[in-house]
């Protein structure tokens, strides 16, 4: 089965000059600097409270760095990186509306891709990426399943990804996506901690991450929920439990036909291990709802 959905909407922009890896090193979570040629990573820029101001996707290049965000947070983030070059050599240009992107998933993914190109496409690890006849193709994980995103002008033989489809898969890998997921009163640690390098040197933002990190502890994170019944749960219903009143919230919600009805929602650190019963207040009524692993099913499995 092969997938194609279109992403042209995602924000992209383009960072060139010798200081770009340094300037952007300083700025994001994660460590660029590490990056080679071809590969990428799952990054966030943050406030200096460590709140999350954006997610992002960064891919280096020979002569640039390209970064891929979701369309809410491109404006801010473009205006933030612009606003902390200083005595850096570095030009970043919003190339958001100068080219197509798609979105390419499933097993058949990579020979549709290929046969698009008509080029072979090598096999590429999460992020890692490569230039085939002016066409970025990127290997991109956030659904769960085999899955790329393709920058340019090309078109690809599949079937039409819905929002709803895309929506369940979402939830079903355990992706958040901003403005739905987390927000600016979120800390990176509760929701994106895959995001971040503990190892790099000093990012904004760094200090409240280093600390909730170096304490172990955060008051709340992200987590699955698989709920009782056949019907989904209305986003920012309260969770409770026995021990704890105010247990979370509900974030998003499907209803999967692998998984049955399920959520993402932020949980309490006293009540998130796994097998935990909690009890979800929507306008259906009160209702159980078990805490279990991200993501809800795994690739083989999908």
């Not at 393709?150 to 901003?178: C, H, N, T, W």
């Not at 990176?188 to 904004?204: I, N, Q, R």
Request: net charge negative; proline share 5%.
């Amino acid at each position: 089965m092969t997938w194609v959905r279109d992403l042209s909407e995602h924000g992209r922009l383009r960072l060139t000059g010798p200081d770009r890896k340094r300037f952007l090193q300083g700025m994001v979570t994660n460590d660029v600097a590490a990056l080679e040629v071809g590969r990428g990573a799952l990054s966030a820029m943050l406030t200096v409270k460590g709140k999350l101001l954006g997610d992002l996707v960064v891919y280096v290049d020979t002569d640039s760095i390209f970064i891929e965000c979701e369309a809410i947070v491109r404006t801010k983030l473009y205006d933030i990186l612009q606003k902390h070059i200083l005595m850096d050599e570095v030009e970043i240009v919003d190339v958001t509306d100068s080219g197509r992107e798609i979105g390419v998933y499933g097993d058949g993914a990579a020979r549709a891709i290929s046969e698009a190109l008509k080029s072979p496409l090598p096999t590429l690890a999460p992020y890692a990426h490569v230039i085939i006849n002016e066409v970025r193709v990127a290997a991109t994980p956030e659904l769960g399943i085999p899955g790329f995103h393709l920058f340019g002008e090309i078109s690809v033989a599949g079937e039409a990804m819905s929002d709803a489809e895309y929506e369940i898969r979402r939830v079903e890998a355990g992706q958040p996506k901003y403005g739905v997921d987390m927000d600016e009163d979120r800390l990176l640690l509760e929701c994106l901690p895959d995001a971040v390098s503990f190892t790099k040197g000093c990012y904004m933002g760094q200090e409240p991450i280093a600390r909730a990190h170096s304490r172990g502890q955060i008051n709340r994170k992200l987590c699955g929920l698989k709920l009782d019944g056949d019907s989904p749960a209305v986003a920012g219903a309260k969770l409770s439990a026995p021990t704890r009143e105010d247990a979370g919230f509900i974030t998003s919600s499907v209803v999967s036909p692998r998984t049955g009805a399920i959520a993402l929602g932020y949980v309490h650190r006293t009540v998130w291990e796994s097998g935990t019963t909690l009890t979800v207040h929507d306008s259906s009524g009160p209702r159980s709802a078990k805490v279990v692993p991200l993501p809800f099913i795994t690739a083989s499995q999908s």
